[in-house]
């Protein structure tokens, strides 16, 4: 099977600090795939230049047969690149509903919103993505009012609307409890399939519910890759994290 998304030799450099270096990535479409490492290994660089948040300095980022390498931010979105960061971005004054409806019409126009809103199937889409993020009984509850476990799957569904091809999330459960950690692995394992997606995560336990593919990052490279029980025996790994308790604290 041809991969979703392949990065190519992928650098990011500033002045004498290399932060992504030489990186390579293949990713197959329906995967879910987990890109661990500690604080400063290129994680959340990576997600920036897939998604052209910030600009490579040498390599190729291949998406659907397509090379994205120096398209904008906007142009790569519409090419079926979805993300949702660490920190949720809703909009606190108006309701669940309001939010997702926003998200799929891309206006916050009212007027326009009920227009576009009206067009494609908006209703069957907002309807679907709601049931998957478990927010049906929340419709109607301002954003600002939700817990953080809601209010992280309140965006995720606010992704969703625009039914990505690939999505990016960067700590996804961070803040999380136990309970919504668990429902969020449930989520994202509803996804992977018809979806692509690269998490981020620390959340160990978490990473071992949802992950078919570890990609472990260190000083910008890969240091390992595969199922977590092949990554967790890798002999480089235990070298790496001599002296941890291994691939637990290396997330």
Partial sequence: ??????LQGVTKA?????VVDDFNLNVSPG???CL?????????????LITGRQKMTSGKVIFDGRNISGMTEHRIVQQGIGRKFQIPAVFKDLSVR????????????????????????????LQE???????QKRLDELGGNLSHGETQWLEIGMV??????LLLMDEPTAGMTEQETQKTSEIFNRLK??????????DMTFVREIADIITLMHLGKTLAEGPMSEVENDPKVREVYLGTEGITDAA
């Fill in 1 to 6: 099977m041809s991969a979703i998304l392949e």
């Fill in 14 to 18: 500033y002045d004498q600090y290399t």
């Fill in 31 to 33: 995967e879910l795939r």
């Fill in 36 to 48: 661990l490492g500690p604080n400063g290994a290129g994680k959340t660089t990576t997600m920036d």
């Fill in 98 to 125: 309001d939010n997702l409806q926003v998200a799929l019409t891309n206006t916050t126009n009212p007027f326009m919103n009920m227009i576009e809103f009206g067009r494609g199937g908006g209703r069957a889409r």
């Fill in 129 to 135: 993505v709601v049931e998957l993020v478990g927010l």
């Fill in 160 to 165: 969703l609307t625009q039914n990505p091809k």
């Fill in 193 to 202: 399939g018809e979806h692509t997606l690269i998490v981020v995560e620390h």
